[in-house]
């Protein structure tokens, strides 16, 4: 720590409050100096009460609860930075599973859909067959199983017994 000839206080020690987290930026300082930053203020803060100057330790305790926010808050950057690269780096993992599910799917679907059509083929051929087997065993039936009226069968004798006379 920088001292000034000013009664050898320390250049944090300044008298406005508000000057002492402007002379310093504390965005590029570690969490581990301000961490002794905050452990030296308070200590300067119990030493001016033991001595008995309680406008300076009340400086010295502003200064700490200041040291303490701006502490706080790098902090929630920190832990906001390394949510942002874990989010982004889950959400990276998660497109790449996703995208590798959906080849996998996709290829499986079309094989299914290959399968399902050579069945549908199968099942057509096999339908088709049994269709003109019905017919053709229809029709040999038919003919074996009807027959004709006695009435046309009279007329068929009658028929055949006319044509025999005329010869």
């Given at each position: 720590m920088k001292?000034?000839?000013?009664?050898?206080?320390?250049?944090?020690?300044?008298?406005?409050?508000?000057?002492?987290?402007?002379?310093?930026?504390?965005?590029?300082?570690?969490?581990?100096k301000?961490?002794?930053?905050?452990?030296?203020?308070?200590d300067h803060q119990m030493n001016c009460v033991k001595v008995g100057n309680f406008i300076e330790a009340e400086l010295a305790k502003q200064r700490v609860l200041q040291l303490k926010k701006i502490q706080e808050k790098k902090v929630y950057k920190d832990v906001k930075k390394r949510q942002n690269v874990d989010k982004k780096n889950f959400n990276a993992i998660r497109e790449?599973?996703?995208?590798?599910?959906?080849?996998?799917?996709?290829?499986?679907?079309?094989?299914?859909?290959?399968?399902?059509?050579?069945?549908?083929?199968?099942?057509?051929?096999k339908q088709e067959?049994?269709?003109?087997?019905?017919?053709?065993?229809?029709?040999?039936?038919?003919?074996?199983?009807?027959?004709?009226?006695?009435?046309?069968?009279e007329k068929q004798k009658q028929l055949n017994y006319y044509v025999k006379t005329e010869e």
């Open positions: 001292k000034t000839n000013n009664n050898s206080r320390p250049s944090y020690l300044s008298t406005k409050s508000s000057d002492f987290t402007k002379t310093i930026d504390f965005s590029r300082i570690s969490k581990d301000i961490d002794e930053y905050i452990t030296l203020m308070h790449k599973e996703l995208k590798e599910y959906k080849k996998g799917f996709d290829d499986k679907y079309v094989e299914e859909i290959s399968k399902l059509e050579d069945i549908l083929n199968e099942l057509k051929k067959q049994e269709l003109n087997d019905y017919f053709t065993n229809y029709e040999k039936n038919i003919s074996k199983e009807m027959r004709p009226s006695n009435e046309l069968m």
